[in-house]
T-cell receptor, first 118, second 114 residues
């Protein structure tokens, strides 16, 4: 497909379980972002990759959150020992991210994974 | 820290009414500004963007926004809304430096009544 895809679309976890959320960015996009969107709020930045390098993880709320992009394409966001406050929609976005102009930084969003922690 | 404020959380309009959604940001340097839209059951889509140049930006579906630097504002407008414009609208800012992350407002839920 031409867009960003995410899986699963919905995930229900019991408190304390570990979850893994997957993001497939648009082919050729260098930059990849994860955002968390709580109910009634705007997306909040979690972390940013440029190829396989995680350049900014300042938004990760705790050390239970971990993200990787080992080959510079697919990314996984892992949440360990989930808590109820982790319930949210997790959005992935990608951009061309190449130098040469701000237009390469336009971010394209996936449909999100809605995580519910019981 | 940067922040984005959207003043209207919930707006209800009749079809053909004019729309203006407010957006103010806190960052004082070079910024890129965006409006994203999320239709019911769909993912976030870019409506329009401002990087530089003409401060009046035209986007898809008849939307436009005006960047007023002195007011730190980037308000979204549409002269005549349609029922299909019912959606949630998010303003976002990206600073002009090395950070590529977007800072989003809390969103405005627009309901257009036929």
């Amino acid at each position: 497909g031409a867009g960003v895809s995410q899986s699963p679309r919905y995930k229900v976890a019991k408190r304390g379980q570990d979850v893994a959320l997957r993001c497939d960015p648009i082919s050729g996009h260098v930059s990849l972002f994860w955002y968390q969107q709580a109910l009634g709020q705007g997306p909040e930045f979690l972390t940013y990759f440029q190829n396989e390098a995680q350049l900014d993880k300042s938004g990760l709320p705790s050390d239970r959150f971990f993200a990787e992009r080992p080959e510079g394409s697919v990314s996984t966001l892992k949440i360990q020992r989930t808590q109820q406050e982790d319930s949210a929609v997790y959005l992935c976005a990608s951009s061309l991210g190449r130098s040469g102009g701000a237009q390469y930084n336009e971010q394209f969003f996936g449909p999100g994974t809605r995580l519910t922690v019981l | 820290a940067q922040s984005v404020s959207q003043h209207n959380h919930h707006v209800i309009l009749s079809e053909a009414a004019s729309l203006e959604l407010g957006c103010n940001y806190s960052y004082g340097g070079t910024v890129n500004l965006f409006w994203y839209v999320q239709y019911p059951g769909q993912h976030l889509q870019l409506l329009l963007k401002y990087f530089s140049g003409d401060p009046l930006v035209k986007g898809i579906k008849g939307f436009e926004a005006e960047f007023i630097k002195s007011k730190f504002s980037f308000n979204l407008r549409k002269p005549s809304v349609q029922w299909s414009d019912t959606a949630e609208y998010f303003c976002a800012v990206r600073n002009g430096g090395a950070t590529n992350k977007l800072i989003f407002g809390t969103g405005t839920l627009l309901a257009v009544q036929p």
